[in-house]
């Protein structure tokens, strides 16, 4: 039997939501159907996309049996996600972005660490890349050196570790994980809010007893204007985070043991969405205060970054003292 050919069971299922991204779309799915590891299923939902991406992802699935094609109305990342969760019927589950790129052997490296160990779901790391270019630029997405890979750990011995050497990252598409994990602790992401990410991975290693990682850049994130991670910081992506931390804040009564770690995180995810709020207008940014103070929040925000929500202009003071005695700052 031809390994291409559609199965009933696979070793991974790769979920890869599309939405408008047909300059890209071709490369990433690619990058999918090019894995070492044969025996996959790669579910592609098409999320409404008013460009010309469908077309193309048709064209790839003549071209592989191996293909679920899905299209629907667009409603988003996260409900996209969580459908190609409820169709999936691989041992492990894989969310791949529709303009990025997976090295090949990836797959293959995981699933071999994670069927050894028994593992919960193990991650790796990742580069970004300028759209125009294979350079790696700006973001900082190595993490694994802090780990053992040999060592099977807790996801909050993990999570820890990472929080407390600023190397947390919450993209999804760094993990693979066991779907009868997914499914134990009914994980999904979060609907209708951005930064769906942020509340999905701290919950996968806060549930987690076996987790490792593979010492490799596997992830190629790609650098563009025009996508979510990179548009200026506004009132929905505070929505977002405001949201991720109040699920949080309710998980760390229910579980005490994981308080302090769910605490430590709440900051790691607070404090930056605070300083970047303060280019929101001064009516946003008191309502925001007003939210923190009243959810009990405000403690787990530095003074400094509730001085810059309140008076903004603090920043480019800063800057301007900085420029003329760059020596004493």
Same mark, same amino acid.
Request: net charge neutral.
């Given at each position: ?167 947390? $990252?919450?993209?999804?598409? /760094?993990?693979? #994980? &066991?779907? =009868?994990? @997914? ?101 946003? $940014?008191?309502?925001?205060? /007003?939210?923190? #103070? &009243?959810? =009990?929040? @405000? ?31």
């Amino acid at each position: 039997m031809d390994q291409d050919k559609q199965i009933s069971k696979p070793r991974v299922s790769v979920i890869i939501p599309v939405y408008n991204t047909e300059a890209y779309v071709e490369e990433a799915v690619r990058s999918i159907m090019n894995q070492t590891l044969r025996d996959i299923e790669i579910i592609i939902i098409d999320d409404g996309s008013t460009d010309h991406s469908w077309s193309l992802i048709q064209k790839l699935a003549c071209e592989d049996k191996r293909i679920k094609l899905y299209k629907q109305s667009n409603q988003g990342l996260s409900n996209t996600r969580n459908y190609g969760i409820r169709i999936a019927s691989g041992t492990y589950l894989y969310f791949m972005d529709s303009d990025d790129i997976l090295v090949s052997e990836a797959l293959e490296s995981c699933f071999q660490v994670c069927m050894e160990k028994n593992l919960d779901f193990v991650f790796f790391d990742a580069k970004s890349f300028d759209q125009n270019s294979d350079v790696s630029v700006g973001f900082d997405y190595q993490r694994t050196y802090l780990f053992d890979e040999s060592i099977i750990y807790t996801g909050k011995e993990m999570l820890d570790k990472m929080l407390d050497e600023n190397k947390y $990252r919450a993209s999804a598409c /760094l993990n693979l #994980i &066991k779907r =009868k994990f @997914i499914e134990q602790f009914q994980l999904d992401f979060y609907p209708n809010i951005i930064h769906e990410d942020e509340l999905f991975t701290a919950q996968l290693f806060l549930l987690s007893s076996r987790v490792s990682c593979v010492q490799k850049t596997f992830y190629h994130r790609r650098i563009r204007e025009d996508s979510i991670m990179f548009k200026k910081f506004n009132a929905r992506d505070v929505e977002g985070y405001l949201i991720v931390v109040g699920v949080l804040g309710q998980i760390s009564q229910k579980e005490v043991k994981l308080k302090a770690a769910i605490e430590k995180l709440m900051r790691y995810i607070l404090n930056p969405a605070i300083y970047n709020s303060k280019d929101l207008s001064a009516i946003n $940014r008191i309502q925001l205060l /007003l939210h923190c #103070i &009243k959810n =009990k929040y @405000i403690f787990l925000i530095t003074t400094k970054n509730v001085f810059i929500l309140l008076f903004p202009f603090l920043v480019k003071v800063k800057a301007i003292f900085k420029n003329f005695f760059p020596c004493r700052l």
